[in-house]
């Protein structure tokens, strides 16, 4: 059983980190367990930027987004010599293993460390894209979801006054996943994620006959990873000669106070992966399948794409 563990966040923040943060400290607290926090992700781990921590660090914290702790992304890490050099940090503290949580590239730096140091890991996918493989969810996804869609509601309002075609931006570079949920339950006409392919001039076509039979606006939503907003609102522009209109959200979908969804799974997978790594558990991701929390071997995890659910696809399809 061991002693001392620490916690860490890394990569890009997600609402329900610190959640997941308060979980992992006060279920080793409450197991007698020592916890240590790192700040700034692998940035703190080489700067020795590491502090024990008690329950009253974890206080009121849960409501708020991304990360007590900060977060970054650290290119010395990526190297032997700079994993080695976090790996003595530990020791040197008696810390025994290390919970992570965040996307597929904090998760694969931690495999990595596992494999060459052999400390005990357990994961936490936090990010918001959901697109880390074995999970139906990742910490963070649900809030930013929500955000777009408060974002589409207002869009709508300006959108229907004016006649106009609204092309919004939403992140997502290699998962089309917000901008499919999004799209979806936002009612968009189109939604476009680099997933599938789509011929932007039989969009234009379908777009000019919609208008002509009385249609009053358009709501795309596009996923950056298939085309930026701006290129395709442009390209909408010419095509048809309807009034369009393009938004970016940009960072807004990171921040914010996290749902109740995020919390509950976040606060869910935060006490399994303390009671897994006190056990003497390593290498494994919590996430969840059909509602139930489940084991992910990490390096699985970081080796496999998840693939967009093609019902989201085929929904998308039948009501667009």
Known sequence: MLKSIAVMTSGGDSPGMNAAIRAVTRTALH???????I???YHGMLDED?????SKDVSDIIQRGGTFLGTARCKRFATPEGRMLGYKNLVERGIQGLVVIGGDGSLRGA????QETGIPIVGLPGTIDNDVWGSEYTIGCDTAANTIIDAINKLRDTASAHRRTIVLEVMGRNSGWLAMVSGISGG?????VPEEEYDIDEICEDMKRAYDAGKRYMMVVVAEGAGK???VGKAIAEKTGLDTRVSKLGHIQRGGSPTVIDRVNASRLGEHAALA??????????????GHVVSINLHDAVNNKKLLNP???RLARVLT
């Open 31 to 37: 197991q007698g367990v020592k916890v240590w926090g």
């Open 39 to 41: 700040r700034g992700g």
């Open 50 to 54: 590491i502090f024990e921590m008690q």
């Open 111 to 114: 495999s990595i460390l596992s």
């Open 188 to 192: 968009a006409e189109y939604i476009l």
């Open 229 to 231: 907003g701006h290129e």
């Open 277 to 290: 790594l006190i056990s003497g558990l390593s290498d494994i991701v919590f996430g969840f399948d059909r």
């Open 311 to 313: 019902e989201f696809m």
